[in-house]
């Protein structure tokens, strides 16, 4: 039974690029989460996602959006990338019923 | 806004020793707390959990304890050995507009040989 997934493992971008992070949550998961973790700090919320809708976004600017799709999986878009987007991009699945959350490998960011 | 907050920040122990991590959270709604730890370059893996219907939770070497009256919980881990040395993130699971989980800034445990 295969755990979270995400794509790319790791990505090189620069300044003012944009960016589509992928994620697909456990079989059976509708909720996606997606974190930020910058070196040295703990994850950050971005992005609640369930059933397709946006259940919730943290204080992220607009640079940064995402979607889900009808299969549950997820992306993750950031326009006009900045040195400070340099980060681990988690993606948490979820089933909603116990609050448990199941994180992905992530996607090392690094803008130059 | 939610809050958590996780001390100490680094802890270097002997192998064989006991370690403890604090953890205080703002919201008083929230009803969930994991705590993940962080090996370098890896995912955060949940390790162990609390419900605010529990005061205490204990699995094998690691035990977590919760109070609600005073918005604390922790983590202990007993008996350590250097494969537990790795970065551990307390949370608390915040619900309301969003479910999402607000961590702590994590701590760096060191366990020596």
């Known amino acids: 039974d295969a755990g979270v997934t995400q794509s790319p493992t790791h990505l090189i971008k620069t300044r003012g690029q944009h960016v589509t992070l992928r994620c697909s949550p456990i079989?059976?998961?509708?909720?996606v989460s997606w974190y930020q973790q910058v070196l040295g700090q703990g994850p950050q919320f971005i992005f609640q996602y369930y059933e397709k809708e946006e259940r919730g976004r943290g204080n992220f600017p607009d640079r940064f959006s995402a979607r889900q799709f009808p299969n549950y999986s997820s992306e993750l878009n950031v326009n006009a990338l900045l040195l400070g987007d340099s980060a681990l991009y988690l993606c948490?699945?979820?089933?909603?019923?116990?609050?448990?959350?199941?994180f992905g490998p992530g996607t090392r960011l690094t803008v130059l | 806004g939610e809050n958590v907050e996780q001390h100490p920040s680094t802890l270097s122990v002997q192998e064989g020793d006991s370690a403890v991590i604090k953890c205080t959270y703002s919201?008083?709604?929230?009803?969930?707390f994991p705590w993940y730890k962080q090996e370098l370059g890896k995912r955060p893996q949940l390790i162990i959990d609390?419900?605010?219907?529990?005061g205490e939770k204990k699995d094998q070497r690691i035990a977590v304890t919760l109070n609600k009256t005073a918005k604390h919980f922790s983590l202990h881990i007993t008996e350590t050995q250097p494969e537990d040395s790795a970065v551990y993130f307390c949370?608390?699971?915040?619900?309301?507009?969003?479910?999402?989980?607000?961590f702590g800034k994590g701590m760096k445990l060191t366990v020596n040989p």
């Open positions: 609390i419900r605010s219907n529990v």
């Open positions: 949370a608390a699971f915040v619900q309301g507009g969003s479910e999402k989980l607000v």
């Open positions: 079989s059976g998961h509708k909720s």
């Open positions: 919201d008083s709604a929230s009803n969930y």
């Open positions: 948490a699945s979820s089933n909603r019923v116990n609050n448990e959350q199941f």
